[in-house]
């Protein structure tokens, strides 16, 4: 079975500049998530999608971070202008969670999008 | 007060040894609790999930929750230089969305 798959790896842009990340979860997931980590710190969740509705976004700064998840499969995450604290890894993870009980719901995480503003 | 409060570390202890790392947590009403290990540049990873009260053992690795103290721990027996890493306590909270909250991680150090 294919794990969450993300791109880019790797992304070094300047400040007020724009960038996107995608990620593809694993096959059937209901549930995709995006979370931040600051180098030292734990995730963070920025947005939660469940299928293709928003269960959760209550951290992510709306005026320069947006995310959509089309089809309920495929999401994107872009900032737009990016600031200098938006470094950090992006992560991407997915489970079958589907509104139902929450014990059992696994979360596997794609291998992460680094971003680097200077 | 933060949702999930792990000791950042780092923890250092001597290879063979018992390394315990602890969680505590705010929302009473959680109901499942994780264990994700996370090598440096590397993406966490799950090591151990449980949901009731007591231990759950597999392998080297015994996670403890005690729900009334809303404390979790982890147990490493016969730590290895490969379980350096930083381990990271995730609890779900109360709120059924599946919302997954993460602590801080402890840094765990095993010394050959």
């Known amino acids: 079975e294919a794990g969450v798959a993300q791109s880019p790896r790797y992304k070094i842009i300047e400040k007020r500049q724009s960038v996107a990340f995608w990620c593809n979860p694993i096959s059937g997931h209901a549930t995709l998530y995006w979370y931040q980590q600051i180098l030292g710190q734990g995730p963070k969740l920025l947005i939660q999608f469940q299928n293709n509705g928003v269960v959760d976004d209550s951290q992510l700064p709306k005026d320069r971070f947006s995310a959509e998840r089309l089809k309920g499969v495929d999401s994107t995450l872009k900032i737009q202008p990016a600031k200098l604290e938006d470094s950090a890894v992006y992560l991407c993870a997915s489970s079958s969670y589907s509104g139902q009980q929450v014990s059992g719901n696994t979360i596997y995480f794609g291998e992460g999008s680094w971003l680097t503003v200077v | 007060q933060k949702e999930v409060e792990q000791n950042s570390g780092p923890l250092s202890v001597p290879e063979g040894a018992i390394a315990s790392l602890n969680c505590t947590y705010s929302d009473r009403g959680s109901q499942s609790f994780f264990w994700y290990r996370q090598y440096s540049g590397k993406s966490p990873e799950l090591i151990m999930s449980i949901y009731s009260n007591g231990d759950k053992e597999d392998g080297r690795f015994t996670a403890q929750l005690n729900k009334a103290s809303q404390y979790v721990s982890l147990l490493i027996r016969d730590s290895q230089p490969s379980d350096s890493a930083t381990y990271l306590c995730?609890?779900?909270?109360?709120?059924?969305?599946?919302?997954?909250?993460f602590g801080q991680g402890t840094t765990l150090q095993v010394k050959p």
């Open positions: 995730a609890v779900h909270g109360s709120s059924n969305t599946g919302k997954l909250i």
